[in-house]
């Protein structure tokens, strides 16, 4: 499974808050209360932490670029899709997202260790149980 998948399991959380320097290691936190209720113990989202980040910008739809963490983080852009793999680029709900980073690694916002397969497990069953529950209501 490739870091990328990582992203795209987070669908729909929101970027809150960005910690470090580009270019050096970034940790990015994610809010995604309904995908964080399957792990214990208790908390709101995921810590992304980008090792050796060399890029990550944000282009507003109007073209506007920023690579300031914090106003980013302040924006909290909602993650929408994954456009391209490389370099890796999102579309947010403020634009698209562009990083390049060498290493990932994925935690809880508690900080527990949590790998790619239990946060991908973890986002089957909550959409499948989605799904059934919104069946037939359109």
């Given at each position: 499974m490739?870091?990328?998948?990582?992203?795209?399991y987070?669908h729909?959380?929101?970027?809150?808050r960005v910690?470090?320097?580009v270019?050096?290691?970034?940790?990015?936190?994610?809010?995604?209360?309904?995908?964080r209720k399957a792990?214990?113990?208790a908390?709101?989202?995921f810590?992304?932490?980008?090792?050796?980040?060399t890029?990550?910008?944000?282009?507003?739809?109007s073209?506007?670029?920023t690579?300031?963490?914090?106003?980013?983080?302040?924006?909290?852009p909602e993650?929408?899709?994954i456009l391209?793999?490389?370099?890796?680029?999102i579309?947010t709900?403020f634009?698209?997202?562009?990083?390049?980073?060498?290493?990932?690694?994925?935690?809880?916002?508690?900080?527990?260790?949590?790998?790619?397969?239990?946060?991908?497990?973890a986002s089957?069953?909550?959409?499948?149980?989605w799904s059934e529950?919104h069946?037939?209501s359109?």
């Amino acid at each position: 499974m490739s870091d990328n998948a990582i992203w795209g399991y987070l669908h729909d959380g929101s970027i809150d808050r960005v910690d470090g320097t580009v270019p050096g290691d970034i940790a990015v936190h994610i809010s995604i209360p309904y995908l964080r209720k399957a792990f214990i113990p208790a908390g709101d989202g995921f810590v992304l932490t980008l090792g050796n980040c060399t890029q990550f910008e944000l282009e507003s739809d109007s073209g506007v670029l920023t690579n300031d963490l914090r106003q980013i983080a302040e924006d909290s852009p909602e993650i929408l899709s994954i456009l391209t793999d490389s370099p890796l680029t999102i579309y947010t709900t403020f634009g698209t997202l562009k990083l390049n980073y060498h290493a990932l690694s994925l935690a809880l916002d508690s900080g527990q260790p949590l790998t790619a397969e239990s946060l991908d497990q973890a986002s089957e069953q909550y959409w499948q149980a989605w799904s059934e529950q919104h069946r037939g209501s359109a």
